[in-house]
């Protein structure tokens, strides 16, 4: 470990206990060590190399109600230059959808798609899991 520094963070006390009680789950003895991890997984994620071949699932909830959501997301998915495998959608309520987009392409390429589309209004919540090929794993 490098030089250790002491940082302080304001948080609602909701969300402390809320994770508290995540990391008390988890195993972790003290918050510091969760912190980290957590700090460590989100620098992983941003600095993973952006020309690495990748595959991806992005998944999301939106109201298909929301005027042009629709089309923007079709939109969208035409622009990406067969980076789009598949798509699939489940009608879950009058209002609600559930879309899986499956993805393979560099990194970069995928998560600015991934954040482009999980950027529009009427998404209510979504998760972009970017995995390997498989060709770089023995
Ligand atoms: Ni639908």
Do not use: W
Not at 41 to 67: C, G, K, S
């Amino acid at each position: 470990m490098g030089d250790l520094v002491r940082t302080g963070v304001s948080l609602e006390r909701e969300l402390l206990e809320g994770f508290d009680k995540v990391i008390g789950r988890k195993g972790y003895r003290n918050r510091s060590e969760a912190i980290r991890d957590l700090i460590r997984e989100r620098l992983v994620d941003e600095q993973a190399d952006e020309n690495r071949m990748v595959v991806a699932t992005l998944t999301m909830v939106y109201d298909h109600h929301r005027p042009q959501l629709s089309e923007k997301l079709i939109d969208a998915q035409h622009r990406a230059g067969g980076r789009v495998l598949a798509a699939t959608h489940v009608h879950l309520d009058h209002h609600n959808c559930l879309e899986v987009i499956i993805m393979k392409g560099r990194s970069g390429e995928v998560r600015r798609l991934g954040d482009q589309i999980l950027s529009f209004r009427g998404v209510k919540h979504g998760r972009l899991v970017i995995t390997t090929t498989g060709r770089d794993l023995k």
